[in-house]
């Protein structure tokens, strides 16, 4: 029996709660996880898990054990990337959970840049804007933009990003220039439904932050559909500089409200807690931190694209269905 092998396969059944699962990630069959874990208790003379056809559940004597083997498999990985370190390769497997707009405007050249660079890495990207399970999926790392982590969440800052109130030139004309952000209650409104609070945005007015609440007749998890929507004139939206950038540039849309901070969004590299990181992802990680700084616009900067005008006299009104 390979005993470290019989270890990492214990571990990982201990953190999925499923023979099937690590089976899945590991391309083998179920019966060789099994017995794997089946030979470790042989060994140890000790009963680690109790399964029935339900559940599993680790023993008083597993539960203690797989503290043990954690310590013992992250010794063995930060000795074998000691290793790794000092012939300067990097090689591996990088599986990798990221945001899909963010994901595919942002990093995805930068991932493909660091492929060529590096032919022993090969990469599994995942697109998506769900938060992933990084134990259970069996993912590296993640990518995540946001304003509140959760407690507990090891992560590394890439960078930032900041909010923008827009509108297109068109819905402005028919329907005024908000001057302040309470006067976004009276206008239409495109809203992320993926926020923890969809329907009321943040503005510092003065040295404080204000709460606005805005009616959104468009709602949808994705900012690309919904900048779309307010370039068709379909209202005001709250959207990263990333996305609405190429909408600002060529004048389909028109930022508002500039001079009233919105909220800075991090952009992380979430980590699986507890776990040694291999040195390829931290690499990785390490390119993408400096690229990504590199590329941030400054705030002057990302506030100039065509500001609309303050039209004198005019007071904004409910867009009509």
Known sequence: MDRLQAMRTFVRVAELGSFSAVAYQLGVARSVVTRQVASLERSLGAKLMVRSTRRLALTSAGTSYLEKCRVILNLVDAAETDVAEERASVRGNIRMGLPLTFGLKRLAPLLLEFAEAHSEVAFDMDFTDRRVNLIEEGFDVSVRITGRLNPGDVVRRLGSCTLMAVASPEYLARHGTPRTPAELAGHECLGYTDDPNPGAWQFTVGERLE???????????????????????????????????????????????????????????????????????????????????????????????????????????????
């Open 211 to 321: 709460t606005v609440h805005v009616r959104c007749r468009v709602n949808g998890n994705n900012g690309d559909v919904l900048v779309a929507g307010a370039a068709r004139g379909l209202g005001i939206t709250l959207q990263p500089d990333f996305i609405v950038a190429p909408y600002l540039e060529d004048g389909r849309l028109v930022q508002i409200l500039g001079e009233f901070s919105t909220q800075e969004l991090g952009v992380y590299a979430l980590l699986p807690s507890g776990r040694y990181l291999p040195y390829r992802v931290r690499v990785l990680i390490d390119f993408l931190a400096e690229r990504l700084h590199a590329n941030e616009p400054t705030k002057e900067t990302a506030r100039t694209p065509r500001t609309a005008p303050r039209p004198g006299g005019r007071s904004p009104r409910r867009a009509h269905n």
